[in-house]
């Protein structure tokens, strides 16, 4: 099982940019899908995530600007992100809970793409 990224890129602040995940292979279905971020000399945080059932949560710091959602059939979690700031320069990576039987989950993550924003 793989998850494939993309959409970063360099923004100007107070722009917008939406990021997209794929996964691809053989598995059972996916539970919790979620985006962290790593900035330079950093803890790589939690940025959203989203339930199967399409519940969400937000860290306090990109609550009210980013937009998690996915597609169940598609096998994809977006992230669509506004008002953009210096602050949100990272790399972006995905993440899923992916379950290859009805017992058996374990965690995969993307490669993490580049979202740079300048002032």
């Known amino acids: 099982v793989q998850l494939q990224a993309s959409g970063g890129g360099l923004v100007q602040a107070g722009e917008s940019l939406g990021l997209s995940c794929a996964a691809s292979?053989?598995?059972?279905?996916?539970?919790?899908m979620a985006w962290y971020r790593q900035a330079p000399a950093k803890q790589r945080e939690l940025v959203a995530t989203?339930?199967?059932?399409?519940?969400?949560n937000y860290a306090n710091s990109v609550e009210g600007r980013f937009t998690i959602s996915r597609n169940n059939a598609k096998n994809t979690v977006y992230l669509q992100m506004n008002s953009l700031v210096p602050e949100d320069t990272a790399v972006y990576y995905c993440?899923?809970?992916?379950?290859?039987?009805?017992?058996?989950?374990?965690?995969?993550w993307g490669q993490g793409t580049q979202v740079t924003v300048s002032s």
């Open positions: 989203i339930t199967a059932g399409g519940s969400t």
């Open positions: 292979g053989s598995f059972y279905n996916i539970r919790s």
């Open positions: 993440y899923a809970n992916v379950y290859e039987d009805m017992w058996s989950g374990r965690s995969i």
